[in-house]
């Protein structure tokens, strides 16, 4: 096992997880990829739990890549419910403040790094998703809260992709949403990962990954 090398991916089964840990793996690193039969990461024992056991097998940790989430089922405002609310903040927010809280020690000792994955959503108010825009708002602000509190040691960077995980028959209109007129694929933003987990300069910054769907949001507002 490669010191320097190993990386805890939560929501390591999901379409963007599971192409992030096959990147890494790709570029040398030993992985646990984490997915939600290995603990409820809205709960911060089993966080504490899931963070203790990649320590243990993979013999310290050098990364830690949130990539879990919850919650993102479209509701009319006045459908949302507070199961809604603690769906979309639970995973989203909450694991990712003690999976990481959890994770410090480990990260300390190796000079880590920490890659959250947001989402354009806490960027954007999409009124169908308000408790993901939130949790994403949320989400969004804990990598620059962490990365000032765990500085110098550690550092702690974003990823905010777009249409990169689209269901069958949504490929057209997700695409025109975008500057390059075409959607992205999950190896897009695993590709920000292993460029951020690298970038010893870089801590507190947010890679957009949207095809430039965030500047084409606001060139159809502004006309």
Do not use: N
Not at 41 to 51: G, K, Q, T
Not at 70 to 93: I, M
Request: net charge negative.
């Amino acid at each position: 096992m490669t010191p320097g090398m190993r990386a805890l991916v939560t929501g390591g089964t999901g379409r963007i997880g599971s192409a992030i840990a096959a990147r890494l793996e790709l570029d040398g690193w030993t992985v646990l990829a984490a997915g939600s039969r290995d603990g409820d990461l809205s709960r911060p024992d089993e966080a504490r739990a899931l963070v203790e056991r990649a320590v243990r097998e993979l013999g310290g940790l050098d990364l830690l890549v949130h990539a879990a989430g919850d919650g993102f089922e479209p509701r009319p405002l006045e459908s949302v419910t507070e199961q809604d609310w603690e769906a979309a903040l639970g995973v989203t927010a909450k694991g990712t403040f003690f999976t990481t809280q959890a994770a410090v020690q480990a990260l300390r000792a190796a000079k880590g790094v920490v890659v959250v994955i947001e989402d354009v959503a806490a960027y954007e108010p999409w009124p169908s998703f308000a408790p993901h825009c939130a949790a994403k708002a949320a989400q969004a602000m804990l990598t620059r809260v962490l990365a000032r509190a765990l500085a110098p040691e550690v550092r702690v960077c974003g990823v905010a992709p777009g249409s990169v995980a689209v269901d069958p028959g949504q490929e057209a209109r997700r695409a025109a949403e975008s500057l390059l007129g075409r959607i992205g694929k999950p190896s897009d933003v695993a590709d920000a990962v292993a460029y951020l987990a690298g970038a010893d300069f870089v801590t507190g910054a947010t890679l957009v990954v949207d095809g430039g769907r965030l500047l084409q949001t606001t060139r159809h507002r502004d006309a």
